[in-house]
């Protein structure tokens, strides 16, 4: 009784955690400053809650793809194409 007890309060802390990381997100001025915040903080949560690891990853390659298409966009505009 008491582990799955320890569970839910782990998952209660994370699910707080990830709360407070998306109200600081939306806090931001800018979505850069957003997602500055939110890599961060999942950084920092993937120590201390492994399980959140591959979203992390996915997160990260989100990002990835989404400069790359904003560079790819920025080029097109400089081109004229």
Same mark, same amino acid.
């Given at each position: 009784m008491a582990f799955k007890e320890e569970e839910l309060d782990?998952? #209660?802390r994370l699910a707080e955690a990830l709360? $407070?990381?998306l109200e600081e997100a939306?806090?931001?001025?800018n979505p850069t400053a957003a997602m500055s915040v939110i890599t961060n903080s999942?950084? #920092?949560?993937?120590?201390?809650?492994?399980? $959140?690891?591959?979203?992390?990853v996915l997160w990260n390659e989100l990002l990835v793809s989404d400069l790359v298409t904003y560079q790819q966009c920025l080029q097109v505009c400089r081109n004229g194409v």
């Open positions: 782990r998952e #209660a709360l $407070i990381v939306g806090s931001r001025k999942l950084n #920092a949560l993937t120590d201390d809650y492994p399980e $959140i690891g591959r979203f992390n």
